[in-house]
């Protein structure tokens, strides 16, 4: 049993990171992994000295506008994003990846900064956020820093977060005018399934013409990245003539390239395919409709 | 230790618990209110679930100190013996309930959509009870039940 931990709650930034610089203690958001967490691993809060709560912070969940962000705070949580205008008018991607999630009740109470501070290889924001290039606000006693978010996450459940910072916010580019962003899994079925492999989508298209691109798919490598190759191979091009299916099996190709041959990997390959298929298939035909 | 204040079911109470305790835990044991099941402890099976400031939630995956404040609703404060909610009246008019287990969650889920939405559709409803499994009577009767607590028009 552990001995008895001391429980902080506070309104300030500034306090809860001093109060994180004296002692050595467990960040708790909406707590839908700590709970779990904590009841199945023994040691989960063995060496704290106790639980810093973040849900009685003022201003960390919020979603804010400015001349060329987006600031979503870290205690936003997935029903926020859901509902958020301001999130399905600039990054519809990350809307669905929050709708994904869960089931209503893991929406209301779950966090985006916990769902990146847990740092799950299928944490479902995690693409999105990668994809819309979002920058991470750590704040500490010695000041803030920021860092990408494909920076942040170093390996499944491990994160360049330091013992005396809290994650605050997510900032956000401003997508430029032709951009249009999508994202789908595959689960074991519709609600409450772990993420089996996902894909966010970011393209800018200029005339038809693929300016830009950004795929990242979930639960395909240790930690989402973009697919570089395969974006390489498609930047430029005219959309309407790329070969959905082509680019399907490339980016299986670079998969096996990153992790190796798994025992996944029957399953993956042709999974990640299909989703990079009909990405591209979705795109095309929603760049016809609205492009 | 740590003190907490929060309303359930509109009376005020105030109890002392470990940081870590989950209010499921403090519902049951330490305020009787075993409406409130524990089915896979997870979050996964919406047994516990109870409106928390109007929204459900797993009561399984909150620490009871972050309940200070708040107003948490459970099945028992949701009509009264002689006079039963319209969704307690409806689920019982289409059978909706056979081992009973999930009801008390599935009750909440639906009562916490109807609270914001009256006139829902068959798809608002299936998503308001995604987190809520029951192996008895495959949903069809449950959404058949919250659709009639709704005045809309049940699907045969």
Redesign the interface.
């Known amino acids: 049993m552990n001995k ?4 902080y ?1 506070v309104k300030e930034v500034e306090e809860a990171v001093k109060l994180l610089a004296d002692n050595k203690l467990k960040l ?1 958001a ?3 992994d ?3 967490d ?2 199945n691993e023994e040691d989960f ?1 063995t060496g704290y000295d ?2 810093l ?1 973040l ?1 009685n912070i003022d201003g960390i969940d919020e979603i804010t506008e400015s001349d060329n962000h987006i600031e979503i705070g870290a205690m936003v949580t997935h ?1 926020d994003l859901v509902k958020s205008d301001l999130i399905n008018k600039y990054y519809p991607a990350l809307a669905q990846s929050a709708a994904a999630i ?5 929406r ?2 779950a966090t985006i900064g916990g769902n990146i501070c847990n740092a799950a290889a299928c944490a479902d924001t995690l693409g999105p956020l990668i994809a819309f290039e979002a920058r991470a606000i750590l704040e500490s006693v010695n000041g803030k820093r920021t860092m990408d978010v494909s920076e942040f996450v170093k390996w499944p459940y491990e994160t360049e977060i330091n013992d005396n910072e809290i994650l605050i916010s997510f900032t956000l580019p401003k997508p430029e005018e032709g951009t249009f962003s999508g994202f789908q899994k595959i689960g074991r079925r ?3 399934a772990i993420t089996r492999i996902s894909l966010a989508v970011k393209a800018v298209i200029e005339s038809g013409i693929i300016k830009d691109i950004n795929l990242v798919p979930g639960s395909a490598t240790p930690v989402p990245t973009t697919f570089s190759e395969v974006e390489a191979e498609i930047k430029g091009k005219k959309l309407s003539e790329i070969d959905s299916k082509e680019i399907g099996e490339k980016a299986a190709e670079e998969m096996v390239g990153i992790t190796g041959e798994r025992w996944s990997t029957p399953y993956k390959k042709p999974a990640l395919a299909t989703l990079f298929r009909r990405a591209i298939k979705n795109l095309q035909e929603e760049v016809a409709n609205n492009g | 230790m740590v003190n907490v204040k929060f309303t359930v079911n509109n009376r005020e109470v105030e109890v002392k618990v470990d940081p870590t305790e989950r209010l499921l835990d403090t519902l049951r044991d330490k305020l009787n209110l075993t409406g409130v099941k524990e089915g896979c402890a997870v979050g996964e099976c919406g047994a516990c679930t109870v409106l928390f400031d109007g929204e459900a939630m797993n009561s399984c995956l909150i620490p009871t100190v972050q309940a200070e404040g708040k107003e948490v609703l459970t099945i028992e404060g949701l009509g009264t013996n002689d006079t039963l909610d319209p969704l307690q009246q409806s689920f019982i008019d289409y059978q909706a309930v056979q081992c009973g287990f999930c009801t008390p969650g599935m009750i909440l889920s639906a009562k916490a959509l109807l609270n914001k939405n009256s006139s829902p559709t068959r798809e608002d409803i299936k998503e308001a009870i995604d987190g809520n499994l029951c192996r008895c009577t495959g949903y069809e009767q449950i959404i058949q039940a919250v659709q009639n607590a709704a005045d809309g028009e049940v699907e045969a």
Do not use: P
């Open positions: 008895e931990l001391n429980y709650s708790l909406g707590g839908t700590f709970m779990v904590y009841r809060l106790g639980i709560d849900s029903k869960g089931s209503t009740q893991i209301n109470r519709q609600a409450l």
